[in-house]
């Protein structure tokens, strides 16, 4: 079985992003990049991905901007209703409920980990599915007010681990089914 990790950033209130979907409070933050909960140590272990459309718009806008070549080797499913540009990046573009594409992500990630990137509603979805593990937060020292939701959902976790890197407190926490 795959393990299933919720790995994010967010503010010290709950949001993964402001309204209008800027992440500049998070890249002035410090962070080690070897050090605890660190993304290259996590994507070593991940076999695929999964994200919402307004996530991967991002991703995609951001390396328009910046020249930053799509970074990801394994498959990428993205679940959404619009219809993007095709890519020559392994990106796969499903919709509907967890339950009719999940079995195609799992076959995919092989035996390596799946990393739920967000936005929060997904995470959900897959948590209400029963196949969401765990959640790895970095909470950076900031509030926003408002934005996208960490998980916009009643769900219990048990804390497993609080480590500091820098400015952000890196918080794991295993899922209560
Ligand atoms: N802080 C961080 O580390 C971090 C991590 C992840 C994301 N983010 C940011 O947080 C924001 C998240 O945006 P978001 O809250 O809008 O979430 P999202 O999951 O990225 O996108 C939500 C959209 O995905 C589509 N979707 C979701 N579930 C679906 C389903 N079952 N079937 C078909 N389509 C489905 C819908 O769009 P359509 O119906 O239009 O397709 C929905 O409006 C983004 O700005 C992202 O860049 C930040």
């Given at each position: 079985?795959?393990?299933v990790?919720?790995?994010?950033?967010?503010?010290?209130?709950?949001?993964?992003?402001?309204?209008?979907?800027?992440?500049?409070?998070?890249?002035?933050?410090?962070?080690?990049?070897?050090?605890?909960?660190?993304?290259?140590?996590?994507?070593?272990?991940?076999?695929?991905?999964v994200?919402?459309?307004?996530?991967?718009?991002?991703?995609?806008?951001?390396?328009?901007?910046?020249?930053?070549?799509?970074?990801?080797?394994?498959?990428?499913?993205?679940?959404?209703?619009?219809?993007?540009?095709?890519?020559?990046?392994?990106?796969?573009?499903?919709?509907g409920s967890v339950d009719s594409w999940w079995s195609?992500v799992?076959?995919?990630?092989?035996?390596?980990?799946?990393?739920v990137?967000?936005?929060?509603?997904l995470a959900g979805q897959i948590a209400d599915a029963g196949q969401l593990?765990?959640?790895?937060?970095?909470?950076?020292?900031?509030?926003?007010?408002?934005?996208?939701?960490?998980?916009?959902?009643?769900?219990?976790?048990?804390?497993?681990?609080?480590?500091?890197?820098?400015?952000?407190?890196?918080?794991?926490?295993?899922v209560?089914r």
């Open positions: 079985m795959n393990r990790t919720y790995y994010t950033a967010c503010s010290l209130d709950g949001f993964l992003a402001t309204e209008d979907d800027s992440l500049d409070w998070l890249f002035r933050q410090r962070i080690d990049e070897d050090g605890p909960m660190n993304h290259g140590a996590f994507m070593a272990g991940v076999g695929a991905l994200m919402g459309a307004t996530t991967y718009g991002w991703v995609v806008d951001h390396g328009e901007r910046t020249g930053e070549p799509w970074a990801y080797t394994v498959p990428t499913w993205v679940v959404t209703h619009r219809q993007f540009p095709p890519t020559e990046n392994d990106v796969r573009f499903v919709s195609d799992t076959a995919s990630a092989g035996d390596r980990e799946i990393w990137v967000g936005g929060g509603d593990d765990r959640m790895l937060v970095q909470y950076a020292p900031v509030t926003l007010g408002a934005g996208r939701p960490l998980l916009p959902r009643l769900q219990d976790f048990a804390l497993v681990d609080v480590v500091r890197n820098q400015d952000f407190v890196c918080a794991e926490y295993s209560v």
